[in-house]
Nanobody
Framework: QVQLVESGGGLVQTGGSLRLSCTTS????????MGWFSQAPGKEREFVAA????????YYADSVKGRFTVSIDDAKNTVYLQMNSLKVEDTAVYYC???????????????WGQGTQVTVSS
């Protein structure tokens, strides 16, 4: 059974940091790209960041460039999203996902985690 399990969300004040983790199991994702997406209440799910499994290619949404960093620990089959300088507008449920296609295209992601809530207070 393929599983992507996110953790690390929580409540943090503006300017604070969180590190989200996404642990994969059930199959190898070494030929896949891994993405992070966010969905705020009443809004569509949107791209945040993505990385290919080798770690050589990364993409970021303009809104998080310079603040968020995506990385992979191959030995732990885990993808991370380090979130620094958090803003109130970063508040959302964050999802981890895997794709064999284009890293920036939400529609091409086949496997999804259940999401983890990030709340940034002012």
């Amino acid at each position: 059974q393929v599983q992507l399990v996110e953790s690390g969300g929580g409540l943090v004040q503006t300017g604070g940091s969180l590190r989200l983790s996404c642990t994969t199991s059930g199959r190898t994702f070494k030929r896949y790209g891994m993405g992070w997406f966010s969905q705020a209440p009443g809004k569509e799910r949107e791209f945040v960041a993505a990385i290919n499994w080798s770690g050589g290619i990364t993409y970021y949404a303009d809104s998080v460039k310079g603040r968020f960093t995506v990385s992979i620990d191959d030995a732990k089959n885990t993808v991370y999203l380090q979130m620094n300088s958090l803003k109130v507008e970063d508040t959302a449920v964050y999802y981890c996902a895997a794709t064999a296609g284009y890293l920036r295209n939400l529609a091409e992601y086949s496997y999804w985690g259940q999401g983890t809530q990030v709340t940034v207070s002012s």
